[in-house]
């Protein structure tokens, strides 16, 4: 074939060893195709059939629903492969063959488009299918199963529509679940479901090839609906991609005790456990297991005689090689989609199994002394923004709670919430501010909204490979699934457990590690960090050039910072430090002091206060550079606000209430964000500058002279114009030397100030001749690029991301191409007046993965983040790195390392 050929073909077959396509061509044949052909080129069993490519997804989409010419003769000749391959006809009323249209995106996107089973099937083919196999049960359930789905993904007839009469004709034979079913029910169910359809407005196609065409289009429509657009922006998928269809004969795990369907896993993707891991229904179609329709079996021996080990060793055995050659093949963790057809296994889909953050530290470490994968390799499979939910809370086992049900540990983790039934409810209280567990007998895809506000989900049915289990570990959020034991009320008004009932808006909390279902709110632990999370930690350590500090205004974040692998405090608050009962008050009798020498009296009592701090920091750092920041905010923000009761405040100050209010009006600012606030505080007020100063000076001489290291750095906040910093470091050299004299130490420390307006940016080299080092004060720099406030940009911010006039939130990704220039920017011009200025980042960016990377591209020394994001920044430094040029990427990460 030449290249142009290949180019312009649209349709590639895969059956009998022999495939047009391998797991290289992911872009053009989506994940499941691409793995599809690579199973098939490894003899691995899978049933015939055809990809089409991503291609014309994007045709499909761009001209309105039309198909390029070319694409029904090469649909026609792939369909003749697969009927010769498999000796059935599509439409043949003795013989047919039936098939299954399915999406499939280069990346993973777990149940978020459609899926059609069953196609071929009719009024007049259900009955060949009958003869053909002996079993009329079965084509019936094939054929009700294939109405459902069609009228529900391709015609658009409500899914519950068809649910209320299954549900009857269950009720009726006294049966609990589909499989149960028998013939005379399943004929009346076929009768009623193409009724539901034509009293819809619609007609079920009875010539197959219409069916197929139907659901194609069904696929590649599915790719620009809401829930799978929603998928791709919390998971950062460009919408460009399209989806590929593919196009496969079907095999049936419904035809009796011998047939089977299920999901397995290499390894145990919540826990990492390097062992056979997964599920499976005895006659039921692969549906049944991801719905969460009915609650599965163990495919591993669980001692009650139901796995699949027990109950088909042969099958089991077949399967455990077949798991082993693909995690060997693809060097990682694998999840299968697998039938059983009358004994005889196929393999129906391989992809990267999605897993816990556990659980892809501990498979990677374990994978590295297998030989399977590098060091670099694990670094860079580990996504840095599940790794903070290892850093999460778990239950408190002291604590004293009631345990009111358990059901399977689908993801780990503990939360607690208020009791929602709908994912709209949980998305709506979400959005206030609070703490849901969204409550389902099964989550679908049409629940994304609320699964991504909740804290937890809860799930009657499904197991450990549902839909649920599969998206709350992929989000790092803790799941419950399976939970038999909860009855929810038809009204989902509350759920019951025996003689229990939970009621909306009660408070439960789930433990996604062990299953249990408690009542209440539970006390919870920090994470004890594992002994793979660790030598992860040690690997990125040594791949990463870019440094990583820590926000933190107490000894308790600070040593928690140490805990989590920082490099130092990047950002020391001082204002957070007066916000207790004793130092609020001097710092208002400060404000409220009538001459120079009583507010000089209120600033000397904060003093020894603000050393003690300053010292117990310095030595839980144990030399450790740390950068304290002069007071930031303005005054106002230390008295009280409109509304409060103001009698105690006055009677504590000595004033009266209406000098309180008058004072308040008065430093009462249009636009605090930009008004008295940072270094012009310090300059207005210069005794304040000195007051930390010397708290500072001092604190370092006490912890130098216990023998403990210090490296101070100090930040000067708010600079926009060169001589505010001058004023400022002079201020500082005059009262930190004054110490040093008096304590008779030396004591080396920088002065440098935080880049937070766009004129600093743009005057950096003016800027960097009075500072040693730049810090890059990202939430407000972002707040002044913009012209947009953090506080009121909720009110109108989720419109501009839908309408991707933002392409993320500018205050949790850092916006490159505004933002970041000013940085890069400012970043050169400070480095061509000072060459060996220290530049950092100390915005809650410095813990977000992409704005990691672009410190790091930007030539950076450092990101500061809150302590729990430290490991992220620390992984994320280290994927910059390799990510730069590969193995010379390595080198020079290793050697820059070295030179820190």
């Known amino acids: 074939m030449t290249a142009a050929s290949e180019r312009s073909k649209l349709v590639y077959f895969f059956g009998a060893g022999q495939a047009e396509g391998d797991r290289g061509m992911r872009d053009r044949l989506g994940g499941k195709g691409a793995n599809l052909a690579e199973m098939t080129g490894m003899g691995i069993p899978v049933p015939p059939g055809f990809t089409i490519s991503t291609e014309v997804c994007t045709v499909f989409m761009e001209s309105g629903g039309q198909y390029p010419a070319e694409l029904r003769p090469e649909v026609d000749e792939a369909f003749a492969r697969m009927e010769q391959l498999l000796g059935r006809r599509f439409g043949d009323e003795e013989r047919p063959l039936m098939v299954s249209v399915r999406s499939g995106a280069a ?114 429509t599915s790719w620009g609906s809401r829930r799978a657009t929603h998928y791709r922006r919390k998971c950062g998928i460009p919408d460009t991609l399209g989806t590929a269809v593919n196009v496969q004969g079907m095999v049936f795990g419904n035809l009796g005790e011998d047939s089977a369907t299920g999901v397995a896993f290499t390894r145990d993707p919540s826990t990492g456990v390097c062992e056979l891991y997964g599920e499976y229904l005895v006659n039921a179609q692969g549906e049944d297991v991801v719905a969460g329709i009915r609650t599965p079996h163990p495919i591993r021996r669980n001692g009650d005689g139901t796995s699949l080990e027990e109950r088909m060793p042969g099958t089991f055995s077949e399967l455990a090689q077949v798991c082993d050659r693909l995690e060997r093949h693809y060097r990682d963790i694998q999840d299968l989609e697998f039938t059983v057809e009358r004994g005889r296994l196929w393999l129906l889909q391989t992809r990267t199994g999605k897993r816990s953050a556990a659980a892809a530290v501990r498979s990677a470490v374990e994978m590295v002394a297998e030989g399977l994968i590098d060091e670099a390799t694990a670094v860079g499979r580990i996504d840095p923004g599940q790794l903070q939910t290892l850093l999460h809370p778990s239950i408190d086992e002291s604590a004293s709670f009631e345990v009111l049900a358990t059901g399977l540990a689908a993801s780990p983790g503990a939360a607690s919430g208020q009791v929602v039934f709908t994912a709209d409810e949980a998305a709506e209280l979400g959005e206030a501010g609070e703490q849901v567990v969204l409550v389902r007998r099964e989550t679908s895809p049409e629940d994304i909204h609320g699964m991504t506000a909740a804290q937890a989900i809860l799930t009657a049915r499904g197991g450990t490979t549902s839909h649920a289990a599969v998206v709350a570990r992929g989000m790092g959020k803790c799941c419950v699934a399976g939970c038999k034991e909860i009855d929810i009320l038809p009204d989902g008004s509350a759920f019951s457990v025996g003689a ?309 939130d500018p205050f949790a990704v850092l916006d490159e191409a505004g933002v970041g220039r000013l940085i890069r920017m400012a970043v050169e011009l400070g480095r061509s007046a000072r060459p060996d200025l220290k530049v950092g980042i100390c915005g809650e960016h410095g813990g977000d993965p992409a704005s990691v990377a672009f410190c790091h591209r930007a030539g950076l020394d450092y990101v500061s983040c809150s302590p729990f994001r430290v490991p992220v920044a620390r992984l994320a430094a280290a994927q910059a790195a390799l990510a730069e040029s590969g193995d010379a990427g390595r080198r020079v990460a290793e050697e820059r390392l070295a030179a820190r």
């Open 500 to 808: 229990v009932t939970v009621r909306k808006g009660d408070w439960i909390t789930l433990d996604g590690s062990t299953g249990r279902v408690i009542l209440g709110r539970v006390a919870t632990r920090p994470s004890e960090l594992q002994g793979e999370f660790r030598t992860v930690m040690e690997w990125c350590d040594r791949f990463r050039r870019l440094g990583v500090r820590a926000n933190a205004d107490t000894p308790h974040d600070a040593r928690q910072a140490i805990e989590f692998g920082a490099e130092g405090i990047g950002l020391c608050r001082t204002e957070h430090m007066f916000f207790d009962e004793e130092r609020i008050l001097l710092v208002r009798r400060m404000i409220f002091a009538a001459s120079n020498s009583a507010r000089r009296a209120a600033i000397d009592g904060l003093r020894p206060l603000q050393r003690g701090d300053f010292a117990d920091i310095f030595r839980a750092m144990g030399g450790r550079p740390v950068t304290i920041r002069l007071l930031d905010p303005p005054l106002h923000e230390f008295l009280p606000h409109e509304g409060d009761d103001l009698s105690p405040v006055a009677a504590g100050l000595g004033v009266s209430t209406s000098e309180l209010r008058s004072t308040i009006a008065r430093l009462a600012e249009a636009n605090p964000m930009l008004g008295h606030r940072g270094c012009r505080l310090g300059i207005t007020y210069p005794e304040i500058t000195e007051m930390q100063a010397r708290a500072m000076g001092e604190a370092a001489c006490d912890v130098a002279a216990e023998g403990v290291e210090v490296a101070l750095e100090v930040m000067v906040p708010l600079v926009g114009v060169a001589r505010e910093l001058a004023l400022q470091a002079a201020v500082i050299r005059r009262v930190i030397d004054e110490v040093l004299a008096e304590r008779g130490a030396e004591l080396g420390y920088t002065i440098g100030t935080m880049i937070e307006l766009p004129r600093a940016c743009v005057t950096a080299d003016e800027i960097a001749r009075e500072a040693q080092f730049f810090s890059f004060g990202t939430n407000d720099l972002t707040q002044t690029v913009f012209g947009l406030s953090r506080d009121d940009s909720g009110k109108f911010l989720q419109v501009y991301l839908d309408e991707a006039i933002y392409p993320a």
């Open 107 to 220: 990346v993973s996107m777990p149940g978020m488009m459609d899926t059609v089973l069953n196609l071929g099937l009719n009024d007049r083919t259900v009955e060949g299918l009958a003869r053909d196999s002996g079993n009329p049960r079965f084509a019936l359930d094939a054929y009700r199963r294939l109405l459902q789905m069609y009228g529900d993904v391709v015609l658009g007839i409500p899914h519950d529509r068809f649910e209320r009469p299954l549900a009857a004709a269950k009720e009726a034979a006294g049966v609990e679940h589909d499989s149960q079913l028998g013939e005379g029910p399943l004929r009346a169910l076929v009768r009623e479901f193409l009724e539901i359809i034509r009293r819809g407005g619609r007609t079920f196609p009875q010539e197959p090839h219409d069916q197929l065409w139907g659901a194609i289009a069904a696929v590649f």
